[in-house]
Structure formats: C-alpha cells, structure tokens
C-alpha cells in the first residue's frame, strides 16, 4: 500500500512550487472532495492553480470555461512547458477538419478550456457527454452576474450546460466581486456552494492620483517616468483612437521603448500576436483599453497607468492587479483632470439602449413577423438593421431570450407577449443604469478621496486593508524617486514575429 502524498508534495511534484498561496489549498482540499465552489481570490495570487492541480490529481477531465482565446493559449503553452501534455484549447482558431478529430478524441485530454460561446455548440457538447467531466471550473465568473462588471450573456448559459454534462462538480473563480455579484453567480448557478472570499489589497502595489490640467500634462508626467524606467508598463485609456494616438506620441519621445496599441477594435489574430510580444519582453509599453489584461500571468509589469479613469473600482482594481504579481514594489498612477468624467458617462450611455432603440426593436420585430419577412443571419446586419451596438444588442437579445424570444425566421408571437417582454426589458435598463451611476459616483468619489486612498478602495469588497508603510499612496506621500525597479532585458525573438507584427508596433524596428 502507498502512502498518500500530502497536497504540499502533490503541488512540489507537478508545478515545482514548495507551499500554497492564500486561499489556494482551502479552495483545492473542497474541490477534491466534490464540493461545489466559489473562490474569490486577489489578481495575481495564482487562481489557476486552484484547478489546474485538481485537473492533475482528479480521474477525469476538467473543463475551465474561459472568456480570452489569448488566455487559453497563455495557459496551455505554459502547462505544456512543465510537462502537462494533455491539455487543449478549444477555440475559433482551429480549422474544421482539427476540431472534428480533436472532438473525436477529448478522452486523451485532462484539461480543456473552451469558450463560454463554444460551449453553446451541440455538436462539442455531444462529444463531452460521452467523457467523465470530474469538474467544470467557470474562470472569471463575475461575468455570470448581470450586476458584474464585465457580464458575458454566455455565461449565464452555462448553468443548463453542466446540467447536460452530467452535473459536475463546479468551482467558480473571481478577483473582483462584491457581496452583491456573489450573491447573483450562485443563484444563477443554482447550486450550494461553498465560498472561500480572501481580502483583495495588493500591499506591493502603490497607489499614486495626479490631478492634471489637461492632456498634454498627462503624456508628459508618463514621458518623465518612463524614460527614467524601461520596464514592463500598461496605459488604459477609454478611447481606442487615444491609445492609438498616445502610442504614436510616445513612441517619438521614447526611441529607445518598444511601443504598442491594443483595442478590441483589432483583429483577433492581431491582438493575440501583440500579447505574445508583451509576454516575450519584445514590447516594454502597451497602451490599451480593457480590453487588454484579463488573465495575463506577466510577473514582472511595473506600473500601470490610468489615462482615462474607469467606471467604476471593479475594473480599476482589476486593471492595477496586472502588476507586481511577483511581489515586488509596482506603481499605479492615475491621472486625472476634471473634464475627464464624461468619458465614463459617455461609456454607460452607449452601453446601454434607449428608450427609442427599445420601441425601435421591438416595432420592427412585430413588423417582420406580421409581414413574414426575413431577419438577417450576421450579427452585423442585425446590428446595423436594429441601429444598435454590439453591447446594446447583446444586452437586448439576452433579454429577450431569457423571455422566450428569439429573432428567427417563422417564429411567431402574440403581441402583447412582445410589450410585456419589452417593458421588462426597460425596467432590467432601468435598474442597471443606476448601479452604473452609482459605481461612476463612487469612483469618483474615491479619486477625490483626501485620507489614505487604501482605506478608501476596498470598502464594497472587505471590511478592511493592509496597512503599508512605504510606498502607501500619493495621499500618504511616496517619492517616485525612491523607486527603483529592475530595468527589464528583451528577449531577441525569430524575424518571423518582427514581420507579423511591424504594421502593428509604434517602433521602427527591433534591433
């Protein structure tokens, strides 16, 4: 008979680390025996492992629903590299033909990251059916809450999903989710779940506001320090043209920095070559908006600017949460000038529809039932048919959905059905415009802030925060230069990357 090997030894012998983070072993021990799990851990601190080890230790497969095909790619390259080979991901990249003979095989692997959208297909939950699921793990699983900061409407499938895989156990995994959004992932996941919640501060992170009088101040405070620092650095900007703009700014006023934008206005392949580059140390400074960071396991980013403030502290302390997660010393700078609150009003009126594009919508779906007329296949079209966003139309067709509704050819409905449907509609819009405005109000408030901005941050999140002597916050006063960061070396890379990525990158060349 052979001894069992104590977690600690387990974690030593597959990923080579001697003890376990906060929170990681509570959350894993539950997992192992069967319980269903939400972990809601600080950004940094090493969620993965919390299924990754289960993934090695357990029988059968683990899912991990993923929202980032750049994520999945990070992930599966890096467990590959340690000598975990059977693992996949499941994504829009792969061809038809290596998708149907990955499908036929997905017993040979034991961890599959899929997409929350890719999990929808019939066709792959056919062929998971036929394997033993020994759990189905949901990573950033605030974007199952409505009330989350990033909701996915896909998520929020994903409950009748492990309902047809045969019920396996769930871990749900977060950094950022207040009281409120815990609450809304259980009852969406209608499961009785075990939580294991662990304070969200970050002491080696500092924490720097700079009110400025106008743009030019702000790229000429970020041209100061970083000329001073090359080190791994990211800039968050609220406008795809600005992160445009500045990148093309600061690439002539820093020559010696390798400089790139990132937007979820690019193309995919795109976006994933310019991750690669970052995490390869072949660009020193990323300007992007939030559409870049989910997920990403650079250790080494030293600080992260806030050109455009978020709306809301959710997505600030997410954003910061890219830096130092190898426990030394990083900054976040925020700067701020009065005019800048317009933008993350801005961002929340476009986000959600109006009281016209409602009546719009739901006249011309009458319509094209009542005239049996043909609703357009592409998302697109659909789109620019309704005038709607993509977040607009999301939003919407979520809804209607979750009513029974759905935009398909020969699908007819009573209309009053339609109205009562609608007017539920306006009232969710409602209901989410104001807790938008009230998260705006309270960053805003927070930014303003003249007491330690560490007591301040954390207050919707935990009752209280680390205590840091240095390097607190600008309100406690820290003196930038008194810091003093590893300056990082870049790692030469094939041409082959200096070619897909020269239209892309701000800098002439990478010698």
């Given at each position: 008979?052979?001894?069992?090997?104590?977690?600690?030894?387990?974690?030593?012998?597959?990923?080579?680390?001697?003890?376990?983070?906060?929170?990681?072993?509570?959350?894993?021990?539950?997992?192992?025996?069967?319980?269903?799990?939400?972990?809601?851990?600080?950004?940094?601190?090493?969620?993965?492992?919390?299924?990754?080890?289960?993934?090695?230790?357990?029988?059968?497969?683990?899912?991990?629903?993923?929202?980032?095909?750049?994520?999945?790619?990070?992930?599966?390259?890096?467990?590959?590299?340690?000598?975990?080979?059977?693992?996949?991901?499941?994504?829009?990249?792969?061809?038809?033909?290596?998708?149907?003979?990955?499908?036929?095989?997905?017993?040979?692997?034991?961890?599959?990251?899929?997409?929350?959208?890719?999990?929808?297909?019939?066709?792959?939950?056919?062929?998971?059916?036929?394997?033993?699921?020994?759990?189905?793990?949901?990573?950033?699983?605030?974007?199952?809450?409505?009330?989350g900061h990033e909701f996915r409407p896909d998520y929020q499938k994903l409950k009748s999903v492990i309902n047809?895989?045969?019920?396996?156990?769930?871990?749900?995994?977060?950094?950022?989710?207040?009281?409120?959004?815990?609450?809304?992932?259980?009852?969406?996941?209608?499961?009785?779940?075990?939580?294991?919640?662990?304070?969200?501060?970050?002491?080696?992170?500092?924490?720097?506001?700079?009110?400025?009088?106008?743009?030019?101040?702000?790229?000429?405070?970020?041209?100061?320090?970083?000329?001073?620092?090359?080190?791994?650095?990211?800039?968050?900007?609220?406008?795809?043209?600005?992160?445009?703009?500045?990148?093309?700014?600061?690439?002539?006023?820093?020559?010696?920095?390798?400089?790139?934008?990132?937007?979820?206005?690019?193309?995919?392949?795109?976006?994933?070559?310019?991750?690669?580059?970052?995490?390869?140390?072949?660009?020193?400074?990323?300007?992007?908006?939030?559409?870049?960071?989910?997920?990403?396991?650079?250790?080494?980013?030293?600080?992260?600017?806030?050109?455009?403030?978020?709306?809301?502290?959710?997505?600030?302390?997410?954003?910061?949460?890219?830096?130092?997660?190898?426990?030394?010393?990083?900054?976040?700078?925020?700067?701020?000038?009065?005019?800048?609150?317009?933008?993350?009003?801005?961002?929340?009126?476009?986000?959600?529809?109006?009281?016209?594009?409602?009546?719009?919508?739901?006249?011309?779906?009458?319509?094209?039932?009542?005239?049996?007329?043909?609703?357009?296949?592409?998302?697109?079209?659909?789109?620019?048919?309704?005038?709607?966003?993509?977040?607009?139309?999301?939003?919407?067709?979520?809804?209607?959905?979750?009513?029974?509704?759905?935009?398909?050819?020969?699908?007819?409905?009573?209309?009053?059905?339609?109205?009562?449907?609608?007017?539920?509609?306006?009232?969710?819009?409602?209901?989410?415009?104001?807790?938008?405005?009230?998260?705006?109000?309270?960053?805003?408030?927070?930014?303003?802030?003249?007491?330690?901005?560490?007591?301040?941050?954390?207050?919707?999140?935990?009752?209280?925060?680390?205590?840091?002597?240095?390097?607190?916050?600008?309100?406690?006063?820290?003196?930038?230069?008194?810091?003093?960061?590893?300056?990082?070396?870049?790692?030469?890379?094939?041409?082959?990357?200096?070619?897909?990525?020269?239209?892309?990158?701000?800098?002439?060349?990478?010698?």
């Open positions: 008979m052979t001894n069992k090997l104590s977690l600690e030894e387990e974690l030593e012998t597959y990923f080579g680390y001697s003890t376990f983070r906060l929170g990681q072993k509570e959350i894993i021990s539950d997992v192992l025996n069967g319980n269903d799990v939400l972990g809601i851990l600080p950004t940094g601190t090493g969620k993965s492992i919390c299924y990754q080890l289960p993934a090695r230790m357990l029988e059968g497969t683990t899912i991990v629903v993923s929202p980032l095909i750049s994520l999945m790619m990070d992930q599966v390259k890096e467990l590959k590299a340690m000598n975990f080979k059977e693992v996949i991901a499941l994504n829009s990249f792969l061809d038809y033909d290596k998708r149907k003979r990955i499908f036929k095989n997905l017993n040979q692997y034991k961890l599959i990251y899929v997409s929350p959208e890719m999990l929808q297909q019939k066709e792959l939950q056919f062929y998971l059916k036929n394997i033993s699921i020994s759990l189905f793990v949901i990573d950033e699983a605030h974007c199952i809450s409505q009330w047809e895989l045969g019920d396996p156990p769930v871990l749900a995994l977060s950094a950022t989710a207040t009281k409120e959004v815990q609450d809304d992932i259980i009852h969406s996941l209608d499961r009785s779940i075990i939580r294991h919640i662990y304070p969200m501060d970050r002491s080696n992170i500092s924490l720097s506001i700079q009110e400025v009088i106008n743009n030019d101040e702000k790229l000429d405070i970020i041209t100061s320090i970083l000329s001073v620092h090359k080190v791994p650095s990211l800039i968050y900007f609220s406008s795809k043209n600005a992160a445009e703009n500045v990148s093309h700014l600061l690439s002539e006023r820093l020559p010696e920095h390798r400089i790139a934008f990132y937007h979820g206005g690019m193309e995919q392949m795109d976006r994933v070559a310019i991750q690669q580059q970052f995490m390869n140390n072949q660009i020193d400074i990323i300007c992007c908006t939030s559409a870049f960071g989910m997920g990403i396991n650079k250790n080494n980013i030293r600080f992260v600017f806030h050109y455009h403030f978020p709306g809301q502290i959710e997505s600030y302390i997410q954003e910061i949460g890219r830096a130092g997660r190898d426990g030394n010393q990083s900054i976040s700078i925020l700067l701020y000038s009065r005019q800048d609150s317009f933008l993350p009003q801005k961002m929340i009126d476009s986000e959600l529809p109006s009281d016209d594009d409602l009546i719009r919508v739901k006249q011309l779906i009458i319509r094209y039932q009542n005239e049996n007329k043909i609703f357009p296949v592409e998302l697109t079209e659909i789109q620019a048919m309704f005038g709607l966003s993509e977040v607009q139309w999301r939003f919407i067709s979520s809804q209607l959905e979750k009513h029974g509704i759905k935009v398909e050819n020969g699908i007819k409905y009573d209309e009053s059905k339609v109205d009562e449907t609608f007017q539920q509609i306006k009232y969710l819009r409602d209901e989410r415009l104001y807790l938008k405005q009230s998260k705006l109000k309270d960053m805003m408030n927070w930014i303003q802030l003249k007491t330690c901005l560490r007591s301040g941050l954390y207050t919707n999140f935990q009752s209280g925060y680390t205590s840091v002597e240095e390097f607190c916050c600008s309100n406690c006063g820290i003196d930038l230069r008194e810091f003093k960061p590893k300056q990082t070396t870049p790692l030469i890379q094939p041409s082959t990357w200096e070619k897909k990525l020269r239209r892309l990158l701000v800098v002439g060349d990478f010698e």
